[in-house]
């Protein structure tokens, strides 16, 4: 009886190892730019699809980032999420931590850029101003979409987080999150 349940245990272990390595590869499942460095990117309720991508240093990638969803979206990119009075509202190391490079089409699409020129006299930036402590976003709403260019940086290696922290970061709780990968 007692070895019959260690069989089991050991069973379970394995099951549940598979799914780990399931959940973590990201690997051979991510998805990489096409030829012409294009990776498009649905955004819906509660997900991004694909939500695993892999880059290279070097590489110029274009987002085609489409809000195919019913709710108001955004993509975010970075690592330890942080959060604000119990719920995850953004990130603390942003994947963009300079403007160098960075194209975002339509401009308006785009929030928080790290390096903007804020206008204190001009009231509809203060509100970005908010913003601006969560990190770089792009927020869609149902129906639009937008395109950000950049080229990858030795800085960006290693394994980085897409998510949208919409609706008190109800989304992100929800699965709205994915893998980035940038290899050396
Ligand atoms: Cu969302």
Redesign the pocket.
């Known amino acids: 009886m007692l070895k019959r349940e260690t069989e089991w245990r050991i069973g379970l272990i394995a099951v549940a190892v598979a799914l780990v390595a399931t959940a973590c590869g990201g690997g051979d499942s991510a998805v990489t730019p096409d030829e012409d460095g294009v990776i498009i990117i649905e ?1 819906s309720e ?1 997900a991004f699809s694909p939500g695993d991508i892999k880059v290279k240093v070097g590489d110029t990638v274009t987002i085609k980032l489409n809000n195919v969803g019913d ?1 108001e ?2 993509w975010m990119i970075g690592r330890e999420v942080e959060s604000e009075e119990g719920f995850p509202n953004g990130f603390h190391v942003n994947f963009f931590d300079d403007m160098m490079g960075l194209e975002v089409m339509p401009m308006n699409a785009a929030m928080g850029m790290p390096d903007m020129e804020m206008d204190g006299d001009d009231s509809t930036m203060e509100g970005m101003d908010d913003d601006m402590g969560h990190g770089f976003m792009v927020m869609r709403m149902p129906g639009e979409a937008a395109t950000i260019t950049f080229t990858v940086t030795e800085d960006q290696i290693g394994e980085w987080e897409m998510a ?1 922290f ?1 609706e008190d970061g109800a ?1 992100y709780d929800d699965g ?1 999150r994915g893998t980035f990968i940038v290899e050396g």
């Open positions: 955004m509660f709710k979206h955004e949208c919409e989304h709205m």
